[in-house]
């Protein structure tokens, strides 16, 4: 676990062998089951989690009750409530677990100190932040200009895996789909 998550972050900046043992210091596991939650609607967000094993939504939850899922993150992604996390805020959405999950996380603390502390990390997550906003903006064009089929394709492309992962029903609700639309646009 320790090793992939090095090679995470060396995917980005170098690090030495005392940096990534100063970088790890500030990290703690967590072991979650299927269907336990890692964040709630209305709770102030501590954690930044990083997915070693599982897969988990996060989703927000409508005034009729209907859930209307805003990603999926699977092993070696971060996750968060990134607003609730940044901002110290009440959370406005939900991240369960799919599967039995483990992950690294690192609290709000910790984050802040360790950007103080090690620039390399500061710069770490700025870019990993750049790619999270350009993977959103993509994620709202394609729900802007793509049809149903073209947004199942690509998310196909993309993730395979997903699809042998996650129930049908919650890749219609994350592609903006009925489950009887998501029938006739796969095989």
Known sequence: MKHILRQHIEEIIS????????????????????HQYLVQEGEIVKKEFWITKGCVKSYFLDENGKEHILRFAMEHWWITDYESFVKQIPSKIYIDCLE???????????????????HKMERFWAKKSKFGRIALQRRILSLLKNSAKERYDLLLEQ?????????????????GVSRETLSRLGP
Do not use: G, W
């Not at 005392?18 to 990290?27: G, P």
């Open 15 to 34: 690090l030495t062998d005392e940096e990534f043992d100063f970088v790890l210091s500030h990290f703690e596991p967590l072991k979650k089951r299927k």
């Open 100 to 118: 039995d999950c483990e992950f690294l996380y690192i609290s709000f603390e910790n984050r802040d100190k360790l950007t103080a502390q090690m």
């Open 159 to 175: 993730y395979p895996l997903l699809f042998q992962r996650v129930p049908k029903k919650l890749i219609a609700s994350y592609l």
